[in-house]
């Protein structure tokens, strides 16, 4: 069974960074294409970012791009995303998910796994 575990959320003002970690438990990791959403309060879970085997091909919610980067791992089975400019906008848990398919990464529906979230707080 796949689990993921994301790490390295916190309490972070306004401008500054972070960066997340999502690590996969089976040596598959390299077959899953692998998204980050996230969900603030009161709000849907939206989409984040997609990275595809190979690291061939990554996507960005207009929100984020040109602030954050994903990127990943297959040697050690992890996932990252590199937040930098840090609005309080961001604030919300955010969730790694993994899926064996391509087709509509911004769904978060299509994803087969998840994790169970890491807090992050932007203060303005």
């Known amino acids: 069974q796949v689990r993921l575990v994301e790490s390295g959320g916190g309490l972070v003002q306004a401008g500054g960074s972070l960066r997340l970690s999502c690590a996969f438990s089976?040596?598959?990791?390299?077959?899953?294409?692998m998204g980050w959403f996230r969900q603030a309060p009161g709000k849907g879970r939206e989409f984040v970012s997609a990275i595809i085997q190979g690291s061939v091909g990554r996507y960005y919610a207009d929100s984020v791009k040109g602030r954050f980067t994903v990127s990943r791992d297959d040697a050690k089975n992890t996932m990252y995303l590199q937040m930098n400019s840090l609005k309080s906008e961001d604030t919300a848990v955010y969730y790694c998910?993994?899926?064996?398919?391509?087709?509509?990464?911004?769904?978060?529906?299509?994803?087969?796994?998840w994790g169970q979230g890491t807090q992050v707080t932007v203060s303005s």
């Open positions: 998910a993994a899926r064996a398919s391509l087709g509509v990464l911004t769904t978060h529906g299509s994803y087969d796994y």
């Open positions: 089976e040596r598959t990791f390299s077959r899953y294409v």
